[in-house]
Every structure is written in C-alpha cells, then in structure tokens.
C-alpha cells in the first residue's frame, strides 16, 4: 500500500466515526512500510517518499505539518551517476516533534526528545531527556529546565475558555 494522501483520509475517517483512537492512523503507516511503535499519535499526513527507512518508536507524537525526508536527489548535480542520497529516520521512544519540523534523512534522536516547531533536524542527537530546536536544530535545553520554567502554565485543553477571558493566567509570554 502507497502512503497516499487519499488512503489517509480514508484512514483518518474510520479513526473518527469506528475505531476512536490513535492506532487507526499508526496502522496506515505501518501497512505503508513504515516501523510503527505502539502508543504513537500521529496528528496529520506525513508524505514519506521512501516508508521502508522511517521508524518511531513507542509513545511519541508527531504534530502536524511535519516532514521525514529519507532522500536527497542533489547529489546528482554534482556526480555523473543520476543518483540520490538515501538515510533512515529514527524517533527515539517518548518523542516530541513539533508543528513543522523537518527531519532529514540519516537522524535519528534518542528517546525522550522534544524537537521544538518549525525545526530543521540535520543531524542525529543521541543525548536522552533534551530539548532541540532551530535551523540547524542544535540542543536549546533539558527536560528538567523546561519543567521547571513551564510547569504553572499547563493548563489542559478544558481550561482554554478560561485562559481565553482572562480567568485564569496560564498564557505564556516569551
């Protein structure tokens, strides 16, 4: 089966109105070749030119709009042989990749990595329990750092109305 943006909707339609939960869109992934994990929410369609070299691992989820580029046709610009360049993706357990980011082909991240949005991840970070972000994504911080600056402003999703009036002071202010 392709990874086609069609079979995906159709995926996305039977999670929403049979099956109600997350594992409906992991398992389109997996029966396009693609190593999926358990516990993973995938929030929207990943085109994946090449699903046989991507694998997430378990509880991780990928936002939206996120890129997993397993090729790199360029080098054919500077070669006589037409070629590509081809790598494999890995996701680490308990990951985080944000809205917008763009993993390259040849990462892989260790487990318990949040990649900040709108990343551009170029090489591998085999350090645990970090924070990434940027282009080039480097290390911004650690997991404990990051609890301890934004713990008093999670809120949950039930307490956006709230937050939104001015209820309740949970936005957060760069």
């Known amino acids: 089966m392709r990874l086609s943006k069609m079979g995906y909707f159709l995926f996305k339609i039977?999670?929403?109105f049979v099956t109600h939960n997350h594992e409906t869109i992991c398992e389109f992934y997996r029966r396009g070749g693609v190593k999926v994990?358990?516990?993973?929410?995938?929030c929207d369609y990943i085109p994946i030119g090449e699903p046989g070299l991507v694998e997430i691992k378990n509880d991780c989820v990928i936002s939206s709009e996120v890129s997993l580029i397993t090729h790199d046709h360029s080098i054919n610009k500077v070669t006589d042989k037409g070629s590509n360049l081809f790598g494999r993706i890995v996701i680490g357990n308990n990951c985080f990749v944000g809205q917008r980011s763009t993993i390259l082909y040849g990462v892989e991240l260790a487990d318990n990595?949040?990649?900040?949005?709108g990343s551009v991840v170029v090489s591998s970070f085999s350090e645990?329990?970090?924070?990434?972000?940027g282009n080039p994504a480097?290390?911004?911080?650690?997991?404990?750092?990051f609890r301890e600056k934004y713990q008093e402003k999670a809120a949950f999703r039930t307490e956006l109305d709230d937050i939104i009036c001015g209820s309740i002071d949970k936005l957060v202010h760069k």
């Open 37 to 42: 994990g358990k516990n993973n929410i995938i």
């Open 138 to 145: 480097r290390k911004i911080g650690t997991w404990n750092e």
């Open 113 to 117: 990595i949040i990649v900040g949005s």
């Open 14 to 16: 039977k999670q929403k």
């Open 128 to 133: 645990s329990n970090i924070i990434i972000a």
